[in-house]
């Protein structure tokens, strides 16, 4: 949201994002932000609200309901007593943050653009954080009324249009993806060597199973896999990397730095243990801009593109033993490594943000 909100400022659009107080990835209040209900703040021009959440990180269902609900009604109550626009874009999931804005915008009859970049219930019931029941069928009376009410639904893959079609095949539709906004540094040349140095940088969460890959993964002498971030299994992680010397945890790193040492490495592994319709990991658009080739070890829409642009490998249905098998192939030499400008090269050429959003800016306004 803030690259779409960046994008609307460069052509000359006003803007301001409405979003709770910063947590993430660690879930608490960021220190600068803490005791404080609400704060206006401008970042590159753009003028932020943030509004009070209860923060937290926990794998308990009723604790991440409740911090969810916090912002949702803080939002709710914002958005029907404050002035704005009279087109709103609505980020969707979290599900209840979404129906709390979708419901109060639509009293006010303000023109609704839903973005929609995770399928939930769905979502949830693959990842394994509810059965259907009661609580599922809530939640899917209330995607249905997001996706009812919005004038225009952004869709971040091709499988989550298509999910939304089929129930509302009239509604008006635009495939958004999640694309990176910098400009990509040139691709370092790279003395030959044999060593190979493999690179996993975000969340460490139990969708993304790093901490089960660290166990499982078999790692010939020359090559190495680094890991940057936070989360919930950062712990566990780090235990077995203070075990293993050929897997390096490195803990969490500023945004603006961590191009600066990606481009240093040789693969990129995107994981997502388990498979989530709908889901295709921004990660590998932005890394692919930097020229780095993909270790993808998942399947879906995510892995097709991997395919059929020819970005990197990929591994299908958490087969650990198909995982070493490459890894072993690329510090062998068996397998070609991928040329690093022409992944960045097809990369840029294919998932531009600039012609993204002018061909979306067109479609919008035309409605």
């Not at 709103?88 to 970049?117: D, E, M, R, Y």
Request: with cysteine; hydrophobic share 40%.
């Amino acid at each position: 949201m803030f690259v779409m909100a960046n994008s609307y400022l460069n052509n000359g659009y006003k803007v301001f994002v409405i979003c709770p107080l910063p947590n993430y990835p660690q879930g608490s209040i960021f220190k600068d932000y803490r005791n404080k209900f609400f704060l206006k703040e401008k970042i590159n021009g753009i003028d932020i609200k943030r509004l009070w959440v209860f923060a937290s990180n926990s794998r308990s269902k009723f604790i991440r309901l409740f911090s969810m609900l916090s912002f949702g009604i803080c939002l709710f109550v914002f958005l029907l007593f404050n002035k704005t626009p009279k087109k709103v874009i609505i980020q969707c999931s979290p599900l209840l943050v979404g129906f709390f804005a979708v419901l109060a915008s639509k009293i006010k009859g303000k023109t609704i653009i839903l973005n929609v970049s995770d399928l939930w219930p769905l979502a949830g019931i693959q990842m394994g954080l509810f059965k259907k029941g009661i609580y599922f069928n809530l939640l899917e009376k209330i995607e249905r009324y997001n996706y009812k009410s919005a004038h225009l639904i952004l869709g971040q893959s091709e499988e989550i249009l298509e999910h939304i079609k089929l129930s509302y095949p009239k509604k008006n539709f635009f495939l958004y993806r999640n694309l990176p906004d910098f400009k990509p540094p040139k691709v370092l040349s790279k003395p030959h060597s044999e060593e190979i140095k493999i690179v996993y940088a975000g969340l460490l969460g139990v969708a993304q199973g790093v901490f089960n890959i660290c166990k499982e993964i078999k790692l010939p002498s020359n090559v190495t896999l680094d890991i940057y971030g936070d989360g919930p299994e950062k712990d566990c992680v780090k235990n077995i990397s203070d075990k293993n010397p050929q897997i390096h945890f490195h803990g969490l790193i500023e945004r603006d730095k961590l191009h600066e040492v990606l481009i240093h490495y040789d693969f990129a592994l995107v994981p997502l243990i388990n498979r989530i319709y709908g889901s295709v990991p921004s990660k590998i658009f932005e890394y692919t801009s930097l020229g780095l080739p993909i270790i993808y070890f998942s399947e879906g829409e995510g892995a097709d593109l991997i395919s059929k642009y020819k970005l990197g490998y990929t591994i299908k249905d958490n087969n650990y033993k198909a995982l070493n098998k490459l890894i072993l192939e690329l510090a062998s030499g068996e397998k070609n490594c991928l040329i690093k400008n022409r992944i960045q090269e097809i990369s840029m050429g294919t998932f531009n943000l600039e012609v993204q959003f002018k061909k979306y800016l067109e479609f919008s306004n035309s409605l």
